[in-house]
């Protein structure tokens, strides 16, 4: 944990967030220079998904593993604080569900689109680039924090998080983020090469990071109690709609186009 502004604290987590947001940034900026969107459409496209983002990652923890928070606690679903010994603390948000999130940025899309009228396959084909290499940096937050650990490697391999216990177990944060990275060069790859309708690349996205997150949840540790003795846990449910998603993109738009394919094209 970091101190910044006094007794303010700051942690990895928050950190390397704020740095994934900035990174994607970077690259969705020259995207959109290169491609000669005003930048004015970048700034609100910023704000869309940050919000989105947030607010969507925030529900979906709570609808998702915690619902009852909805009436026992409302106000810690929003804001940092939590009730502690009959007064609330600062706790920082301890809750954000990365499928929340995706939902929550796919609705910003739609609002964003509605205001600039951009294409929404043309826009989330450019967010599918930069998405994982977000991701990335996310989870590597999760790996300072100890926090989404892995299972006991059973062995002497792993690595020990020793604000839990002593056991050696999967560092399931660093093999999705170094999963995520992997797909975020692939994407960028095929955005120099991409000659398919709107839509395909943010199909192969989907399929490629939600197939990822379902074969590293098996590693994981269960977040909740519910999820004990489940075939699959909630993690996994819910990656296998967006791969579904995917696999109908590709399918749908798996047919070649000219490279001089108008903005509004494709939605």
């Excluded at 996310?138 to 020793?162: A, C, D, H, L, W």
Aim: charged share 15%; with cysteine; aromatic share 16%.
């Amino acid at each position: 944990m970091a101190k910044l502004f006094g007794t303010f604290p700051v942690r990895y987590y928050g950190l390397l967030f704020a740095m994934g947001i900035a990174a994607a940034y970077y690259v969705v900026d020259r995207m959109y220079k290169k491609e000669g969107i005003p930048l004015e459409h970048l700034e609100r496209l910023a704000i869309y998904v940050v919000l989105g983002t947030f607010i969507g990652a925030r529900l979906g923890h709570f609808l998702f593993y915690q619902p009852e928070y909805f009436w026992k606690a409302p106000l810690e679903i929003f804001l940092p604080i939590a009730k502690i010994d009959g007064s609330y603390q600062f706790v920082g948000f301890g809750g954000l569900a990365s499928h929340g999130g995706a939902l929550g940025i796919l609705i910003a899309v739609i609002l964003y689109c509605r205001k600039t009228r951009l294409s929404f396959l043309w826009v989330v084909d450019r967010l599918a680039i930069v998405a994982p290499l977000t991701c990335a940096f996310i989870r590597m937050g999760n790996f300072m924090n100890s926090e989404i650990i892995g299972k006991p490697t059973e062995g002497s391999y792993g690595v020990i998080f020793q604000r839990v216990d002593n056991i050696p177990r999967h560092p399931t944060q660093l093999y999705e983020a170094a999963s995520y990275l992997v797909i975020f060069v692939l994407m960028a790859f095929l955005y120099r090469k991409n000659n398919r309708p709107h839509g395909f690349m943010f199909g192969i996205f989907l399929i490629l990071l939600f197939t990822a997150r379902f074969c590293i949840e098996f590693f994981k540790e269960e977040q909740v109690a519910f999820e004990q003795g489940m075939t699959f846990n909630m993690g996994q449910w819910l990656s296998i709609p967006f791969v579904l998603v995917g696999v109908a993109l590709m399918i749908y738009k798996n047919k070649p186009v000219p490279a001089t394919v108008k903005l509004t094209n494709g939605s």
